[in-house]
Every structure is written in C-alpha cells, then in structure tokens.
C-alpha cells in the first residue's frame, strides 16, 4: 500500500514549506467556494504559480472546493473547476453532493474527493462515493482506528485521513454544537456566548439593574446628591446619577460600564438606619467600585465562569446520553459528571473570591475616602443586621454582587458565607478598625 504525505498550504509560503518538507501532495483554498477561506489563500496568479511550482517538483495540487452552495451558485462554482482543470489541478476536493453530481458529468476527466465535511464514517458510504466516480475518500475527523480500517478494507477507493490532530471548532464540517454533545471541546464557541451575554449585561447594566429595582433618579437638591456630588470631587470622578430604591430595605450598589456612565443607587431604608457620616462611608464605598472599575471586572469573571457552566452543563448530557467518547470509541461518562460538577464549582469559587477581593478594597477606599472607616463599619454592621431577617426587594443572584452586603434573608449565616459574593461582615469590620488605627494612631 502506496502512503501519500498530504499536507494544507494557506499561504505561498506556507506551500514552499510543504514541499521542501517532503509532502507529495498539497491542498489549497482558490475562489469562494472553499472552507479554506479564513487562510490567507491564493490569487489567481498565485494559483497558477503554486500549480507549476508543485508539478515541477512532482507533487500533486488539490483544490478545495469544500462548502456548500446553492442553486444560484453552482454556475459559479463550475467555472472555478473549469478554471482550475485547465490550469492543471490534478484533483477537486468537493463536500457539496449536488456540486459533485454536476462536476462529474461536466468534466467526467477531472479526478474528484469527497470532503471530509461530506461526514463519511462508513465503509457503506465510502463505496457508495466511490460508484459514483470519487476517486478518494477524506474521512471523517471523528473516525477511529477502526473506523478507518474497516473502510480501507471494504473500500477499493482511496483513503485520506488527518494525521495531524486538527481538531476544528465545526467537526466534519457540522455544527459546533454537535461536537459539543459528542463530548468534544467547545470552550472558545462557549467562551463566546458567555462574552456576547455578558457584554449585553454590561453594556447596559445601569438600566437594567436599576429598572429592576424600581430606582428613581434625583436631583442635585437631594441629599444623597450632594454627598455623592463631593464624593465625586474628591475621588477625581465624573458626577454619577444618583438614584433612590422605594424600599425600607438598607442597601446599596454602583452600577455602570464606566465612570463616566456610572451611577450609584441607595434604598429609601438607608437615610432611616444610617447617620449622615455612615451614609457617606457606604457612598464612598460604592464610589470607589466606579473608581476602580469593578462593574468592567465582574463582566469578565462571569464570561470565563459563564463559558465553563455552560461546557459543564452540555457535558453533563453528554454523560447521561453516552457523549465522551475518545478517539477509539471508549466512553468515560464518570469522568464527564466529575467535569459538569467540578467545573462550575472552581469557577464559582474563583468568581467569588474576586468578588471578595473587590469588596475588601472598595472597604479600604472608601474609609480614606472620607478619613473614616469606623463610619463605615458601623454602617455595615446595622445593615448586615437587618439583612438576617429581610432580604432586598427585586434582588437576583446576577446583581447580588453588586450590593454593598449581601442582599438576601440569613446572608448572615455561616453556611450562607461558604457561597457569598461579599466576604464576612465581621471579618470587613475587623480590618476597618484596623484601617482607622493605621491613619489616626
């Protein structure tokens, strides 16, 4: 059995390299009917150069035309083979059957393969290429060893495989999502959905996270306007709006995708609880996520944990559907359910502990703010206290983190704190005071 060392070329130089590296033969992308397209590919007279160089050199070109077309373009894409038989190419790589129906009876000469986006597994389905006039047979990339040799022993076709490990985000051509089910990897398709969702999140978070609140804008004749206002002042920031939440409910939250369209929001429950200086250390508290663009961060974080639940979740049906299989066909559904739980659960925990971090520094900002930690240590305390018996109308786990304590009923608790997005209040005042001792001792 005679072996055919087979390699893609994207580029002029990438063909040069194949050759000299010993390839018999090289396939290329050519006009607009080619999976190839996101290579550099080939002009026309870079085509026709790439041909006589190859044939010089006794190695064979083949030419991809490997998507599907319609109707309207088989024209088209018969005057692209046309073209490219009469430069010489010495075969047509075609993945579209009823292009492949039409080269056949309009240039019976030219030698043709099917595509392995044509998703051939079988032996049945390579002889029944083969009958109808392909010379050569690409495999399905999912093929396994035995795949492949039932095929070359049934088949009197010729037979291409990749050798090369290309594990591409659409396998066989088909749609990324299958290959997610099958088990394969699908983390930059998942990677970006989380972003697109999380971006849309981000974008307009504002209007979101306050519409959900039922928050009402105020003006600069308000008192929290004009704490906010000097705060602003004195942080170098641009003027917030400044927002108030119909609830008896103490809270509060920054929300916006920069400082210069941010906003920050208190409940109605905050002027009754608070004092005015620690009204000002939970201002300066949230002043200081707009300063440090925690809302930006937060995005990010959720767009990796984002991805990783959604793999998760596909891998968890993919255990209970029989996914997982690797190349040689044994499946390890086990090792996938150990993946769907492990997978979300170190990405929460990395989620978290940012969201932890962020909230240690917005403490710490917010007591130089205003040269008072103990202000904002105290206010802490009275709405941690509250917040063990009533949780914040409107809150969701999504805008949870935004909050300057955790918004719902018993966050207080200790098996609550495991899986909190703000870290213990006792442990937030402790180093408050500890804060305060270092500017005023």
């Known amino acids: 059995m005679a072996l055919e060392l087979l390699s893609p070329a994207g580029s002029p130089e990438a063909l040069r390299a194949a050759v000299q590296s010993g390839c018999g033969a090289v396939y290329l992308g050519w006009g607009a009917f080619n999976a190839r397209r996101g290579a550099k590919n080939f002009t026309d007279e870079e085509f026709a150069a ?8 006794g190695v064979r070109v083949f030419l991809t035309l490997n998507t599907l077309v319609t109707d309207r373009e088989l024209p088209a894409a018969l005057d692209a083979a046309r073209t490219a038989c009469r430069l010489g190419v010495d075969s047509v790589l075609v993945q579209d059957w009823g292009l492949f129906s039409l080269l056949r009876e309009t240039l019976p000469d030219l030698p043709l393969h099917a ?3 044509m998703s051939l597994f079988t032996s049945g389905g390579a002889n029944e290429v083969y009958h109808d006039g392909c010379e050569r047979v690409v495999l399905a990339r999912e093929c396994s060893r035995e795949d492949i040799a039932a095929v070359c022993r049934a088949c009197p076709a010729e037979v291409e495989v990749f050798g090369h490990g290309a594990l591409c985000m659409c396998y066989s051509g088909q749609c990324a999502f299958s290959a997610l089910i099958g088990g394969r990897s699908g983390v930059m398709v998942m990677f970006l959905i989380a972003t697109a969702m999380n971006f849309i999140s981000y974008w307009f978070s504002d ?6 609140y039922r928050a009402q804008e105020v003006g600069e004749d308000h008192y929290l306007y004009r704490i906010v206002a000097d705060l602003a002042q004195r942080a170098d920031l641009p003027m917030p709006k400044v927002y108030i939440i119909p609830t008896e409910v103490p809270n509060a939250f920054a929300t916006g995708r920069s400082p ?3 906003a920050v929001a208190a409940t109605a429950g905050i002027l009754d609880l608070l ?3 620690e009204i000002r250390g939970v201002l300066a508290h949230e002043m200081s996520h707009i300063l440090h663009r925690d809302i930006l961060i937060s995005t990010i974080v959720a767009c990796f944990a984002s991805a990783i639940g959604m793999i998760a979740n596909i891998a968890q049906w993919a255990a209970i559907f029989g996914g997982g299989r690797d190349d040689d066909g044994e499946g390890n559904p086990v090792a996938l359910l150990v993946t769907a739980i492990v997978a979300p659960l170190a990405a929460s925990i990395i989620q978290l502990g940012i969201s932890r971090t962020r909230e240690y520094m ?7 703010m205003i040269d008072d930690p103990i202000a904002l240590a105290r206010a802490l305390a009275k709405i941690d206290n509250y917040a063990h018996h009533y949780a914040l109308p409107g809150a969701t786990k999504a805008t949870a983190h935004m909050c300057i304590i955790n918004p719902f009923a018993g966050a207080g608790s200790a098996i609550a704190n495991l899986f909190s997005t703000h870290p213990p209040t006792e442990k937030r005042i402790e180093r408050l ?9």
């Open 50 to 57: 790439a041909i006589r160089y190859c044939h010089v050199r």
């Open 115 to 117: 595509s392995t986006q």
């Open 207 to 212: 209007t979101m996270v306050l519409k959900a």
């Open 260 to 262: 210069s369209h941010a």
């Open 275 to 277: 004092d005015e200086d």
């Open 362 to 368: 917005a403490d710490e900002e917010g007591g130089r």
């Open 433 to 441: 005071e500890e804060l305060d001792k270092e500017l005023h001792d």
